[in-house]
């Protein structure tokens, strides 16, 4: 069964698996022994706790799969990450060359309730210096504003079910929107498009191009859109 305390090994193990494979897809034992830095013997052994714990699913001499709780960690970790490389790069001006190596070592000490306070401070970032996706949090609420609104932290409830932006996404589905990210002037555009919660969307990517289908009728997206908009997975 899945444990509460989780070390910063499991959680830097579950993090690159996130970045290689959101979508669930396998990542091999050589991807993340190069990734890592460590010899595939002990990223064998790694990967049998992990599927102990009920974190990946793992095929031996193939590779692992994130499982449900092991997303929600993986999210969660990537997102405090990327959220304070943002920090350090825009508010304290950090060195570029240093700011992964900083938030690297920030990310398994950051509160749940400074990570949702760094969010509100940089106003709802949905990318990290280097143009990669932040995951959206793991508050159960609809839209940046209800987040906003709500000061006590204690009374916040967790989202129960994992999601990814239309960014994020690389095959075709169709998805429910549970989440949508921004400020309200972002949200109303959204919202002009037909595109609430829980409205359905389909998501075709065919190459280069995505294609979004509301109630059967296609609608234009830029990357305001595809970052904002989460859905069910």
Known sequence: MAKDNISENIEEYLEVLYRNGCNKEQVSTTKLSNELGIAPGSVTQMLKKLEKLEYIKYVPYKGATLTDDGMKIAQKITRKHRILEKFLSDFLKIKEENVHEQACDMEHTLSDEAERALCIMLKQPDLCPDNKIIPSCN???????????????????????????????????????????????????????????????????????????????????????????FVGI
């Open 139 to 229: 508050c159960d609420f609809e839209n940046c504003q209800q987040c906003i609104n709500e000061k006590d932290f204690d009374n916040v409830s967790i989202r129960k079910n994992n999601l990814l932006s239309l960014s994020e996404i690389n095959s075709n589905i169709q998805g429910i929107v549970y989440f949508i990210r921004g400020n309200p002037d972002l949200i109303e555009k959204i919202e002009s498009q037909g595109i609430k919660i829980g409205t359905i969307i389909d998501f075709v990517k065919n190459d280069n191009d995505i294609l979004i289908n509301v109630d059967g009728k296609p609608i234009s997206v830029d990357d305001s859109f595809l970052n904002n908009i």
